[in-house]
């Protein structure tokens, strides 16, 4: 009993020590920019400091510039018709800044020593989607991501496009930057098993999306790739779909019952059976994240 209260004791000191050096290094890095941004830029105004990448944001009134500090670096950098109003941060190394009025979103992600930014036109999230094998579930958030998960999608429902990262298990890795996808921004979906194969759907642009295991890229379909789909001899649970890919000739999906699988079915179909006119046909393309430089 006296040595388990001992661990308990010894790791509540770990916490409270950590917690206490996180943040000293806050008020450091804060006192940094702060003097950075009064003594370089001669600005007197606020700012705010990103989460995840030691970067500060002047909030100034000049709504035609944006300047991000890297206190750390002794820089700075100034990007000109951009000015963010939306914010959402990128567990561990990352975050997000979109400008909704001109429609295009900075991201930067900091690892190791290098500062990385990606700017994407047509493009301002909302939120996120994530994969939670552990729960058997795929489940849609708002702008607060836990940082244990590295199998999301940021979403963007208003330009119907969203963005993922590579994963781990992705053969062959494809590099630092992020997969993007155009008439595909997913407002459900389902979890195959825990190899995270997964089936989404975008339900405003009556697109979908199919992976067999997390080492495999996302398969993107349009109503128009969907040649049948139908409820297995097998299992009332399963559907099987033939589709129209260079890639697989067709796939099955296992839903938590019969009436769940007969609903998607007839979604599915319907999709199918609609005119295509105005649609935007779904693709895929990895944009790679550049390094900044000079920084």
Do not use: C
């Not at 100034?60 to 002794?74: A, H, I, L």
């Amino acid at each position: 009993m006296a040595s388990l209260f001992r661990f308990f004791a010894f790791s509540a000191l770990l916490i409270a020590a950590f917690v206490l050096w996180a943040f000293i290094d806050y008020k450091r890095n804060r006192k940094k920019a702060d003097r950075y941004i009064r003594e370089r830029l001669g600005v007197y105004g606020g700012f705010s400091m990103t989460r995840f990448v030691n970067m500060a944001r002047v909030l100034k009134s000049d709504p035609d510039r944006f300047t991000g500090v890297f206190f750390r670096r002794g820089t700075h950098l100034e990007i000109a018709d951009f000015h963010p109003d939306r914010v959402i941060d990128l567990p561990t190394d990352g975050v997000v800044l979109s400008d909704t009025s001109r429609n295009q979103t900075r991201i930067f992600v900091e690892r190791g020593k290098t500062i990385y930014s990606l700017k994407i036109e047509n493009f301002t999230p909302r939120g996120f989607s994530i994969v939670k094998r552990g729960t058997g579930r795929v489940q849609f958030l708002g702008e607060e991501m836990p940082a244990s998960n590295k199998d999301w999608f940021l979403i963007d429902p208003d330009n119907g496009r969203s963005i993922s990262p590579p994963l781990k298990e992705t053969e062959p890795w494809p590099g630092e930057g992020f997969y993007l996808y155009e008439g595909f921004a997913p407002t459900e979906g389902f979890l195959l098993d825990e190899a995270g194969g997964i089936l989404m759907v975008d339900e405003k642009n009556m697109t979908s999306a199919f992976r067999e295991t997390t080492g495999d890229p996302l398969r993107l379909y349009g109503p128009e790739d969907i040649i049948s789909v139908s409820v297995s001899p097998e299992s009332p649970d399963f559907l099987d779909f033939k589709v129209r890919d260079k890639g697989r000739s067709g796939f099955s999906f296992e839903f938590d019952d019969a009436g769940e699988a007969a609903y998607w079915m007839e979604w599915f179909l319907k999709g199918k059976a609609e005119k295509a006119d105005g649609r935007v046909e779904p693709r895929s393309r990895f944009v790679a994240l550049p390094p900044l430089q000079n920084i």
